[in-house]
């Protein structure tokens, strides 16, 4: 039986992940994750509002993250440099997360509810990130935009990153971030 609630929560999502990756997440029960985890179906909904959040774990966290780091960036940065930095400060909770990163992804992609929910949860943070722009000082058109295609970007960065971590997530970071002023840079050049 976990002793801590960490000790226990981490247990419920490993248990999670292998009975969605033995049986289907539509098939597994909140019931059959906690008996695998050793815990009681009351303690999984004291950790997790339903099966699907397991997979989200940590996503307010996140998000807490990245806009204190977009509050407290030096100033004079463009809203995308702001963002990239903000994103490699995340990306330290990725790396020590990989291991239930590249199952996740697969369950999330073999799953329509799972897919829809990280939609609304993509959607969520780049909510979040705009606003903490716009508490920057940048226009709101812009802040929206930035805090959107930043966050594609910062997807684009660690799917790639999952697929081969043979180099760093701030390599793949830096690589999507500079695809994309390129692109932006096409398009203004007329390309």
Do not use: C
């Amino acid at each position: 039986m976990p002793r801590s609630g960490a000790e226990a929560r981490s247990r419920l999502k490993q248990a999670a992940l292998e009975l969605y990756r033995e049986n289907g997440f539509d098939k597994t029960t909140t019931a059959e994750i906690a008996a695998r985890a050793g815990v009681t179906e009351r303690t999984f909904f004291r950790h997790f509002p339903d099966k699907r959040e397991v997979l989200f774990d940590g996503e307010a966290d996140l998000r807490d993250d990245l806009t204190k780091s977009v509050a407290e960036a030096p100033e004079g940065l463009a809203p995308l440099e702001i963002l990239l930095r903000a994103f490699r400060k995340a990306g330290r909770i990725m790396e020590r997360n990989l291991p239930f990163a590249e199952p996740r992804r697969d369950l999330i992609a073999a799953t329509p509810t799972l897919r829809e929910r990280n939609l609304a949860k993509a959607a969520t943070l780049a909510e979040a990130l705009a606003e903490a722009l716009r508490q920057r000082g940048v226009e709101d058109r812009l802040a929206r935009l930035a805090a959107h295609a930043g966050w594609a970007t910062f997807h684009h960065a660690t799917q790639a990153w999952i697929s081969d971590p043979s180099r760093s997530l701030d390599d793949y970071l830096d690589e999507a971030f500079a695809d994309l002023r390129r692109l932006g840079a096409e398009v203004q050049s007329g390309q």
